[in-house]
Nanobody, 127 residues
């Protein structure tokens, strides 16, 4: 059974950093999208950063414009762990952050019934 377990959230001041982790177990797709989404207060869930993995082994990363040059997505395949390094945090980054996977492309993942979600980890950035 597939499981996604996030950790690493917390409270920081503006300009601070956090690293989120997502332990992935039981996922065996060869063509998939894996990454981080967030949902702020009274906002819709949005894509933050994802890794698109093709069956050929080719990978690419996609970032939301709002986090480019501040956040970095990476993973340790040996540990089956996905990371999100968040630097220069801003109050508008405050949200619940979710790890997610889906077989196939990343398009439409936030609202797809076929997306697998973790339980989320809260990030709060104070000014």
């Amino acid at each position: 059974q597939m499981q996604l377990v996030e950790s690493g959230g917390g409270s920081v001041q503006t300009g601070g950093s956090l690293r989120l982790s997502c332990d992935v177990s039981g996922y065996t797709a060869s063509d998939y999208c894996m990454g981080w989404f967030r949902q702020g207060p009274e906002k819709e869930r949005e894509r933050v950063a994802v890794i698109r993995h093709l069956y050929t082994g080719t990978e690419s990363t996609l970032y939301a414009d709002s986090v480019k040059d501040r956040f970095t997505i990476s993973r340790d395949s040996a540990k089956n762990t996905l990371y999100l390094q968040m630097d220069v945090l801003k109050p508008e980054d405050t949200a619940m952050y979710y790890c997610a996977t889906r077989t196939g492309p990343c398009v439409g993942m936030a609202s797809s019934r076929n997306t697998n979600w973790g339980q989320g980890t809260q990030v709060t950035v104070s000014s």
